[in-house]
């Protein structure tokens, strides 16, 4: 195995706050798959739920070395937790196809009182 790429972001929470407030769900329609709206909108933390995902999504853009850009949207893929919790990342059907050489995605959220950072390595 191989790392194919790293990717790093940290995000404030504040910020986003500021931008759900003020768009009134916008953000969270934007960058959420279908399956995760729907948990989003049930869900007792939204902010939280949100901020998250935004995190991660970032951090595998830049592992990917795409960014979110041309044919790549925060909508191609679904952060998920396992049965124990951990991360998971899931590329939907019409993004795998255009990633086939990854074989592993490790992905690690953290977060203290004013910014949430999350991590993840590709591999092949």
């Not at 869900?43 to 960014?67: D, M, P, Y």
């Amino acid at each position: 195995m191989s790392i194919l790429g790293i990717g790093i972001d940290i995000v404030e929470i504040n910020r986003i706050k500021k931008i759900d407030i003020f768009f009134r769900n916008k953000l969270a329609k934007r960058i959420l798959s279908k399956k995760e709206l729907s948990k989003y909108l049930v869900s007792c933390n939204k902010i939280q739920f949100l901020i998250k995902r935004f995190c991660v999504k970032e951090a595998l853009a830049k592992a990917l070395g795409t960014g979110i850009r041309n044919k790549i949207s925060f909508k191609h893929f679904e952060i998920y937790n396992n049965r124990l919790g951990k991360p998971k990342i899931k590329f939907l059907k019409n993004t795998f196809s255009y990633f086939h050489k990854i074989k592993k995605k490790h992905v690690s959220i953290s977060h203290e009182k004013k910014y949430f950072c999350s991590i993840v390595i590709l591999e092949n």
